[in-house]
């Protein structure tokens, strides 16, 4: 990553890199879009924050730009790369990875993916159960599976049983409900909180939805 897109993260001590930069000898990694960095992304890093802890080995969060709903025309974005590093970021994760998703890429093979994730040597993968990777989405999060040890988490619903995501939240959006899908991102909560809370925080809140 460039200087200037780690801008503004000087609480935190993330090292930002773009895909195919990154070797590791362990890890614990997570992979998505994470646009909006809304309450399902946050427990994703929760989760994969907590592994790598345990496990004693760096977190990676392994991410995409612009978001492929965003590059195919399907969506809007929710936040900009640099607001949207800097949430992932107040996770405190060792590394984001940021893939530039744009023409080569979008022609990467399942195979192409599974071959980079190797070079992380990832004792643990973890994704939602939405999750696709390689060229006509190819790849699921049980082809994950066959290669890696994976958790595969379930989406994270509100009280009224309704999927947290994106596009929720940009229907939201839409309707005028800016309110209804703050509450949904869950950030002002966030990043009010002394960051050694930050976790635990949005552990809570997912729970009491």
Request: hydrophobic share 45%.
């Amino acid at each position: 990553m460039s200087k200037d897109s780690a801008k503004g993260f000087d609480s935190v001590a993330v090292a930002f890199h773009r895909d195919g930069e990154l070797a590791l000898d362990a890890c614990v990694v997570t992979i998505g879009a994470f646009d909006g960095v809304h309450r399902g992304h946050q427990e994703l890093l929760r989760q994969t924050i907590a592994a790598a802890q345990r496990r004693g080995v760096p977190a990676v969060v392994y991410t995409f730009d612009p978001p492929p709903k965003v590059y195919f025309g399907q969506a809007e974005a929710l936040i900009s790369l640099g607001e949207k590093l800097e949430r992932i970021a107040t996770f405190a994760p060792d590394h984001i990875v940021v893939a530039d998703f744009n023409q080569i890429y979008v022609r990467r093979t399942a195979a192409d993916f599974l071959a980079e994730l190797q070079r992380l040597q990832p004792r643990e993968v973890i994704v939602g159960e939405d999750f696709r990777f390689g060229s006509c989405k190819g790849g699921t999060a049980q082809l994950l599976r066959q290669h890696f040890d994976t958790r595969i988490l379930p989406p994270v619903r509100c009280g009224n049983g309704e999927i947290v995501s994106s596009s929720r939240i940009r229907t939201l959006r839409r309707s005028g409900l800016a309110a209804a899908a703050a509450a949904l991102e869950n950030w002002r909560d966030i990043v009010t909180a002394p960051p050694a809370n930050r976790s635990g925080l949005a552990q809570l809140e997912v729970a009491n939805q």
